[in-house]
């Protein structure tokens, strides 16, 4: 078996197969990354803080390295004024995640996943704009299967017809298609298609897997998880946020915090940058995963709030250990809470006062 690489739909039929996301929010929190513009110059500018990052994951236990090239495009080069670094850019950030995946901790290397995501400009009243978006997407693939792509995964659209778009750049590869949706606030797509009947037109047309990801928590992502698997053949993919959005607040764009907060950020909303009271624990994320394993998904993973402590806690969820499982908590030593004979009784009898 030793270096044997398995394709993504063999890995899906056998079991569940981790995807670490959320890279977004994990790089700005390392300190290499501005907020709000988010773009991923880090594999230009840090290329180890980036290849840190995927590692990261991978001993989490997350089977593909996703290239970092979220946001990398065109149009967001254009906003920044650095569209002369567009190509670089990619292609870094692609060589570093296949570096990484085929330096697997176990026989087996991880699978690299070449990235397009929303665009931002694409526009269903506007044709014009999909001509533009068809560009965006095309140069992209073309860089990711250029540099050795695995797979490819399309994430994050909000717009129907942006996401068939982009599936339909993927499929003309041959490799397999990840693609998953991130309806806003609204729950319906920004075209009026709904989100199940997204999900079962991307699976019409050739999604190999099909889901969510992003915007959404475990709480506002689950209902339509549940709707999507009962109507897909398909394999399914789910990648909530870590935050806990609810039914007035179903995406993080608008999520409040009415937890105590002392000190609101200067900004319009605690998105992006003052979150942090708003977070899931592990064990919320661990209960989702299972859930939706349960259910029959099996592509799963954390997108924005990711870090590889939750990405342990989704591949423990169901069932697998993975190298950081080594580390996982033991309060049987902790020197208040522990129950080892050596933990002194009179710091156990404090235990409600600590
Ligand atoms: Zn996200």
Redesign the pocket.
């Given at each position: 078996m030793k270096n044997k690489k398995r394709d993504l739909i063999e890995r899906l039929n056998s079991g569940p197969v981790i995807c670490a996301?959320?890279f977004?929010f994990e790089i700005e929190r390392r300190g290499y990354m501005a907020s709000g513009q988010f773009v991923p110059m880090v594999s230009l500018e840090h290329p180890e803080a980036l290849e840190n990052l995927h590692r990261d994951f991978q001993h989490a236990g997350s089977d593909i390295v996703q290239a970092f090239t979220y946001n990398g495009h065109r149009e967001k080069m254009r906003v920044i004024n650095k569209e002369e670094l567009l190509e670089p850019l990619n292609r870094s950030a692609l060589k570093i995640a296949k570096k990484v995946a085929n330096s697997p901790i176990g026989s087996e290397p991880n699978l690299m996943a070449g990235n397009i995501s929303n665009s931002n400009i694409w526009n269903d009243k506007n044709p014009k704009s999909h001509i533009e978006v068809e560009k965006i997407f095309t140069e992209m693939i073309g860089w990711a299967v250029d540099e050795g792509a695995d797979i490819l995964i399309g994430e994050?659209f909000y717009y129907a017809g942006e996401a068939y778009k982009a599936l339909e750049v993927m499929k003309k590869t041959n490799l397999p298609c990840v693609i998953t949706i991130a309806p806003m606030g609204e729950n319906i797509m920004r075209d009026g298609v709904s989100i199940v009947d997204t999900c079962k037109e991307l699976e019409q047309r050739g999604g190999d897997v099909v889901g969510m990801?992003?915007f959404r928590g475990p709480a506002t992502m689950m209902p339509y998880l549940k709707e999507i698997r009962k109507v897909l053949k398909c394999h399914v993919a789910a990648l909530p946020?870590n935050f806990r959005t609810t039914k007035e607040h179903p995406t993080f764009f608008n999520l409040p915090d009415n937890n105590g907060c002392t000190c609101h950020t200067p900004h319009k909303t605690p998105f992006p940058t003052a979150l942090d009271p708003l977070q899931c624990n592990r064990y919320e994320i661990g209960k989702f995963t299972k859930e939706a394993f349960d259910l029959g998904v099996n592509y799963l993973g954390v997108?924005?709030g990711a870090n590889p402590m939750l990405i342990r806690e989704v591949a423990e969820s169901v069932g697998l250990k993975v190298p950081a499982s080594k580390y996982r908590e033991d309060m049987s030593t902790h020197f208040i809470y522990g129950t080892h004979k050596r933990i002194a009784k009179h710091m156990k009898d404090y235990a409600d006062k600590a």
């Open positions: 996301e959320g977004l994050t990801n992003c946020i997108c924005c």
